[in-house]
């Protein structure tokens, strides 16, 4: 999976987690965004794990604050 | 309720269900705001997230409340919700919930969410195979019955079923709960399909279907009987429409065929498992499903709007939804979206065996011929030949069910339209000065089971009768009088009363009702919004209702 393909899937993803359209080159961070509480945070992992098959520990949802840092997170992953 | 299996449901009866796709959903408009209060030691909000779009289905737009999460279930704020959940990680209460004290803990917990909360209370069992868990949820299954309108969601026979893990212990602190992610939207998507809708809305009381490739692969009449195929899923469909005639929904075939042909099929293959016997009605010929629709609904005297029509042809749905608004509808595109829908079709499912559904089946046939025995003999002749046996049964704490739902579910012989809940019963039930008396009925055809509730309190020297409801399949006998002057009787003789006084509240369709106050009072007027008094014993004809030839009895009046 390419890093473009990881992006707009995971720009997808936000999108229906906080209910706004995000684009794919648009930087959301946790904190700036009012709609990413806590619950939403642990469905959008939810989501993440289901679609690109990973899972992810405690410390890495809590790590997991930004799309970019999601972006690189899966990339990992994917990589090992 | 809506037309379903057609492409935008596929989503929800997919084997495996994602979060994402049930999130991308878009809510429909017109939807009716349904609250819902949940009482939980975990995060249900994982499950509750993805309820919407399996309630819209039903038309329901579900409003959650959440308190805190509370092992002890103080109960501490009650909200006027239409519905209370609990939902428990029974797990987490360690060692202390293999005592048989817990039990007891948890009746009575749930007895105090009772005494606060009106509407129904569902309560999901302890999703585990230990032993210690399956005794439990017995014991919990009696509490439930003793409680009124508190009901069971098994999330036991879930955790059976469902593909892939129902537990999964990565990461539970941080998502609140042991329930992995599919466990979450399975829970969703039966609670949303099946459990909430059936504690929510009257149940669909039959199945219309019609033939070519919806019971089989293949056209009738032109593949012969020999020639339809009918694999092992199709099978399975039989057997599920045999399980809800079991359970006292009606089957019925609309079809466009010769009627020849298919009690061919009936007799010839034997791997068809249907029968003509199991199909209460029938229309099968060539004229239109929605005037087939129409006599179907005629032949087994329910409304159209509670017959769910099985079709594989969009065309004749199309045709039905624009007649008949309100049917129920099951769009057939192959056996194995047909099979899950009968098993999670909204208001088809999930609800608690009553002792007079299965009745309703034998009942239909069983009023077939007493119109043959009404057509040959005449009034009194006709009732004594019937041979009625009527027994009464006053406050009945048993027949809670029963009697609440003979109050929300009558329509026409409804005096007081009250919609009494189970909960309302169960209070008048245990409330001094008030009397319930249960009328169940059988003739020589068959055992009707209780066809009728009459709702009295005593006010001074008054009898009120708060609502008097008769189910319509025990109409048609022409002893609705007889059959409530000698219930009324010994009460207004034991408690020396001198009125009797019927509230009467107008409906659509209680006319029948009205009626009988008309002939039984001898008013004319019988007002809506009032009561209408008249001295017992100025009663017309109340000598002849309680000599007429049938035979009566009370039962064990307290319980």
New interface residues.
Partial sequence: MTRSEIQAAVAE?LS?TVGRQILQTESVARDSEPGWDS?KH??L???L???FGV????EE??ALRSSGGIVVAIEKKNAA | MPLLNTVEEEVRAAPTV???DL??LVEPEGLSEVHLQVHRNY?F??IG?VLPPFLWLSRVKPILIYGDYDDSLSFAYIKPTAVQIVSLDFDRYGEKAHSAEFSKWFADRLENLRGQAEGPIIVSNWASDEERAEQFNLELEKIAGRLPSVFVWNTVEISRNMPGEFFDQ??A????TRLS?SACIELARSFGLVRLPSVLFPRIKAVALDLDNTLYDGVLGEDGVEGVHISDQYKDIYKELLRLRDEGVFLAVLSKNDERDFDQLCEKRPDFLLQPEHFSARSIGWHTKPEGLARIAEQLQIGSDSILVVDDNSGEIAQIQAAHKNTPLLYSRSPSQTLFWLRHYPALNGYRASSATPLRVSDLEASRQRDLLRASTTGTDYVREMQIEVAYALNPLSFRGRLAELSQKTNQFNTGLQRFSEVDVARRLGAPDHCTISVSMRDRFCDSGIIGAIFARMDGQRLVIDEISVSCRSLGRNIESPMIALALAPVMERYGLRDVAFWFREGPRNIPARMWLRSFTGMQDIPSGSATSVAWKAVPRLAEHLGAPISSRWERTTE
């Avoid at chain 1, 899972?55 to 405690?58: A, G, L, T």
């Avoid at chain 2, 602190?173 to 609140?176: K, L, M, Q, T, V």
């Fill in positions: 993803l229906i619950l642990v469905e992992i939810l989501m794990e289901e679609h899972q992810f520990s405690e949802m809590a | 994602k979060r994402a999130l991308r995060a909000e994982l997230s990565h990461a602190e941080a998502r609140g992610n």
